[in-house]
T-cell receptor, first 112, second 112 residues
Framework: DVKVTQSSRYLVKRTGEKVFLECVQD?????MFWYRQDPGLGLRLIYF???????EKGDIPEGYSVSREKKERFSLILESASTNQTSMYLC???????????FGQGTRLTVV | LAKTTQPISMDSYEGQEVNITCSHN???????ITWYQQFPSQGPRFIIQ???TKVTNEVASLFIPADRKSSTLSLPRVSLSDTAVYYC?????????????FGSGTQLTVLP
């Protein structure tokens, strides 16, 4: 079974903290993605990566950075967490020519 | 990117066939149409993808008219477990990040 695993299902952090969200896939996929999902706004793309050490900004990259040092792992970093970054964060991966993406279960982050 | 328009919500009864239509008037020649399903507190799951005419798999059918300005996801004989949000996506090249731009989706509620 294919798997995209996010390190935490629930996370509570304080304003100003540096937050790391980790995502690991076991399918040798080239592409990896980070989204956030908020009620009424659907899924919005934050960053994506199409290769190790490569990254591209999505629609809402402000306040976030990413790291992809190994093919299977894609990290989302909140440099200084703010309350407006409270959200559900979803990681996904897909092959270079695959027709579908696989999503993780999501991390519900609360910044207090 | 071609913008997609879907109904915000739909209700159906168990055992009925459900058709969800998506409008994408500005679809480009290279664009594919993909549908995902999302249950609460889970990541989206791929349902089906097509380019033109009709595609069928074990879960659903996808109908795409000749002008490709719309598409219809057909779910045969829905059950309560099909209650979910359904997303229509339009984008180029399988595996491309452009293919993974989500709109607001359609909340399907299946009633007993």
């Amino acid at each position: 079974d294919v798997k995209v695993t996010q390190s935490s299902r629930y996370l509570v952090k304080r304003t100003g903290e540096k937050v790391f969200l980790e995502c690991v896939q076991d399918m040798d996929h080239e592409n990896m993605f980070w989204y956030r999902q908020d009620p009424g706004l659907g899924l919005r793309l934050i960053y994506f990566s199409y290769d190790v050490k490569m990254k591209e900004k999505g629609d809402i990259p402000e306040g976030y950075s990413v790291s992809r040092e190994k093919k299977e792992r894609f990290s989302l970093i909140l440099e200084s967490a703010s309350t407006n970054q409270t959200s559900m964060y979803l990681c996904a991966s897909s092959g270079a020519q695959a027709i579908r993406a696989f999503f993780g279960q999501g991390t519900r982050l609360t910044v207090v | 990117l071609a913008k997609t328009t879907q109904p915000i919500s739909m209700d159906s009864y168990e055992g009925q066939e459900v058709n969800i239509t998506c409008s994408h008037n500005n679809i480009a020649t290279n664009d594919y149409i993909t549908w995902y399903q999302q249950f609460p507190s889970q990541g989206p799951r791929f349902i089906i993808q097509g380019y033109k005419t009709k595609v069928t798999n074990e879960v659903a059918s996808l109908f795409i008219p000749a002008d490709r300005k719309s598409s219809t996801l057909s779910l045969p004989r829905v059950s309560l477990s099909d209650t979910a949000v359904y997303y229509c996506l339009v984008g180029d090249a399988p595996g491309s990040a452009r293919q993974l731009t989500f709109g607001s989706g359609t909340q399907l509620t299946v009633l007993p």
